[in-house]
């Protein structure tokens, strides 16, 4: 530490900064108006230094908080910093200049303090809809990125105070729901000024020189922490493969996932070579998303204590081959990136199951199942509304895994059936645990859920982005593979429709949509569970008597 640095003023500091974060992230879930924000909990928020380093991250969304780097980079190449000025704010969502995906929109603000820019704040919502072929902006037959909705590059949504109205009339004109849209906007550039005002008040304190020090010491203070964390794994390569159902547009092609991880000297590279071309469908996922599932990865495989910024950052290298699943190419379709940043994920850390069992898991459900609807209210009006559902997480040495549990880099919440039945004229009939779905195993893995829909007016449009329908979530150290995912349209003429993972198809009156999400992954020999535990489980619904008998060995 600099010797003119006092420790503790360093920690009150840091905790500081992420009290502001967290409070950015509040102002946003209270101020947006979407049923995916407000509830679902769809966005995340930041602090940066000027140069755009991770300064203190709030506890949201893992993939957007890592995404937020390259669009807080490219604002920067687009418009340095010495020509910000307070009033400032900037926008972008395209995934070939800096973004994630559509509906992902970065808003991003230079802080001030005396005239001078001290730091930056960054926003990113989950927008219900930005236009495009399908309500919800997740259209999972998508096959360029022209169709997935409206591209922002960097531009100025505010200038020295005053709002880019060209801007503004031209996202309203594009989106089908404007309101909810700049409503959720307006609650991002309320959640950037919150963190202006409060970083203002922090340099007012400690003046924005020694501010500017403290930043430096936080960040090569988590540097080497991080370091030091990575030097204790065996240096060495270690491999992973798993699967994507299909690209939903070829739906008999599975992806293939592949990555190899080097660690040494304090360093860890993630490889993909062997992973699949680039697809017709919406799987691709550009870099930025490699780089969020590879800073989750390393947060969740070192010291939980490592107080989370960019030096935790520094020793992450990525070799993510041209024209890959992982790296595609303009104009290639994006929108499902979703799926495959959680597959990586799960690909990065199992790769280190073999040299570190007692903290890696079995693998989990890696489906955050997307639905969205859209439609026409009977009175007139037009609604999208959208569900984030997840499955069950893998078991770990000692634990059973938790049911209905987004990991690997996702971190939303399911919607309440109050929430969708408030804002479309569709009935949620059922939601419950998935009964066997959990892989078996001394340690059970995480159920998923059932829920099931039904359409009580009009036509809607349907979009389903799902996984694990075709590959289950392998088990650990004998643990079984935990349950596929299924879903169904059970149409009100008669007649059942399986969905294939993705679907992009119409619902009518009296239809119904039933979904079970896949289960987590087992951990350790089943005949190795109590039998009070697999009584515990009978009794609660978990497994069924026939799978405690012939599974388990328990009567």
Known sequence: MTESLDPITVEVVRYKLDGIANEMQSTLLRSSFSPIVKEGLDASASLFTADGTTLSQSCSIPIHLATLIPAVAKVLETYPLDGMREGDIYILNDPYTGGTHLPDI????????????????GAMTHHQDVGGMSAGSVPTNATEIYQEGLRIPPLKLREAGVFNDTLIKMIRQNVRIPDTVMGDLNAQVAACTVAARRLAELADGYGHNQLASIFDELLQRSETMTRKALLAIPEGTYRFVDYLDNDGVELDKPIRIEVAVTVTGGDIEFDFEGTSPQV?????????????????AVRALTDPTIPTNGGCFRPIKLRLPKGTIVNPQEPAAVNARTSTIKRITGCMIGALAQILPDRVPAASAGELLVIAFGGSHPGGGRYVVGELIAGGSGASAGLDGVDVIETDATNCMNLPAEAME?????RVHRVALRTNSGGAGTFRGGLGVVREYEILDGEVSLSHRGERHFFSAPGLDGGSEGAKAHSVIRRAGGGEEVIPSKAAT?????????????GGGGYGDPRGRSAEQVREDVRNGKVGEDAARSVYGKA
């Open 106 to 121: 970065a808003v991003i603000m230079p802080v001030f303090h005396r005239g001078k820019a001290i730091a930056l704040s």
């Open 280 to 296: 017709k469908g919406p799987l691709n996922c550009v870099p930025s998303g490699s780089l969020a599932a590879a800073c989750y």
């Open 422 to 426: 408030m804002e479309a004229p569709i």
């Open 506 to 518: 119409t619902l009518h009156k009296g239809d119904r949509l039933v979904i079970e999400t896949a």
